[in-house]
C-alpha cells in the first residue's frame, strides 16, 4: 500500500525567511498531493492541493511543487508570517479508485517574530 | 461558514467502559469518516461513511465500531475502551464522488483512558 514519508518533523524559521517541507509518496498511482495545516487546538484545514497532471500551484505565499519521476512533492512557503506557525501534513491518494488519504507524519512549522 | 462539531473537547475514561464519540456536520456532506491523530504517526483513519447506515473500515477499525443513522451524524464507538486508545480523535467530512478530496475536520476530541 501507499506510505508517505515526510521531512523535516519540525523546523524553525525566522520571520520573512521561507520555509520547506518535503513528503515522499510509494505507490506511483497515487495521483492527488493535498496539504493540510493543523493550528493550536484546530482540526486540519485544507491549504492547497495539487494532481498529478500539473507540477507546480501557487497560492499567494503557499506552492507545491510535485515530482512525478522521484515521487515526492514538497510545500513551499514564502516570506513566512508568525500565523504560519502550525502543523502542516501532507498527503496522497489514489482519486480514480479509492478514498485512500494515506497522510504523512507531520511537519511542526515554528516562525520566530 | 460549513462546520464539523465534535461533541466534546476532551474525554477521560476508564479501560473497559463503552465510549461514544459524536460529530456532527451541517454541510449536508455525504461522506463522514474518523482518524485518529498520534505523535509521529500523522492521521490514520479508522471508519469511513459515503452514506447513511453505509461504512467501510479504513486502516485501523480494530476495537472501534461507527454508527450513521442520520446524514449529518457519524459516530465512533470504542466497544470496551483500552489505554492504547488513548488519543486525539478527529472527525472529517467530504461531499459525494470526492472521498478523498477537501476534507473538512472538526477540532477533534483528545480521549484518555486510564
Known amino acids: 500500500g501507499e506510505n508517505v514519508e515526510q521531512h523535516p518533523s519540525t523546523l524553525s524559521v525566522q520571520e520573512g525567511d521561507s520555509a520547506v517541507i518535503k513528503c515522499t509518496y510509494s505507490?506511483?498511482?497515487?495521483?492527488?498531493f493535498p496539504w493540510y495545516k493543523q493550528e493550536l487546538g484546530k482540526g486540519p484545514q485544507l491549504i492547497i492541493d495539487?494532481?498529478?497532471?500539473?507540477g507546480e500551484k501557487k497560492d499567494q505565499r503557499i506552492a507545491v511543487t510535485l515530482n512525478k519521476t522521484a515521487k515526492h512533492f514538497s510545500l513551499h512557503i514564502t516570506e513566512t508570517q508568525p500565523e504560519d506557525s502550525a502543523v502542516y501534513f501532507c498527503?496522497?491518494?489514489?482519486?480514480?479508485?479509492?478514498?485512500?488519504?494515506?497522510f504523512g507524519s507531520g511537519t511542526r512549522l515554528l516562525v520566530r517574530p | 461558514d460549513v462546520k464539523v462539531t465534535q461533541s466534546s473537547r476532551y474525554l477521560v475514561k476508564r479501560t473497559g467502559e463503552k465510549v461514544f464519540l459524536e460529530c456532527v456536520q451541517d454541510?449536508?456532506?455525504?461522506?463522514m469518516f474518523w482518524y485518529r491523530q498520534d505523535p509521529g504517526l500523522g492521521l490514520r483513519l479508522i471508519y469511513f461513511?459515503?452514506?447513511?447506515?453505509?461504512?467501510e473500515k479504513g486502516d485501523i477499525p480494530e476495537g472501534y465500531s461507527v454508527s450513521r443513522e442520520k446524514k449529518e451524524r457519524f459516530s465512533l464507538i470504542l466497544e470496551s475502551a483500552s489505554t492504547n486508545q488513548t488519543s486525539m480523535y478527529l472527525c472529517?467530512?467530504?461531499?459525494?464522488?470526492?472521498?478523498?478530496?477537501?476534507?473538512?475536520f472538526g477540532s477533534g476530541t483528545q480521549l484518555s483512558v486510564l
Open positions: 472529517a467530512s467530504s461531499i459525494k464522488g470526492a472521498l478523498g478530496e477537501k476534507l473538512f
Open positions: 495539487i494532481r498529478s497532471n500539473v
Open positions: 505507490d506511483s498511482a497515487s495521483n492527488y
Open positions: 461513511s459515503y452514506d447513511v447506515k453505509m461504512k
Open positions: 498527503a496522497a491518494a489514489r482519486m480514480d479508485s479509492s478514498y485512500k488519504l494515506i
Open positions: 454541510m449536508d456532506h455525504e461522506n
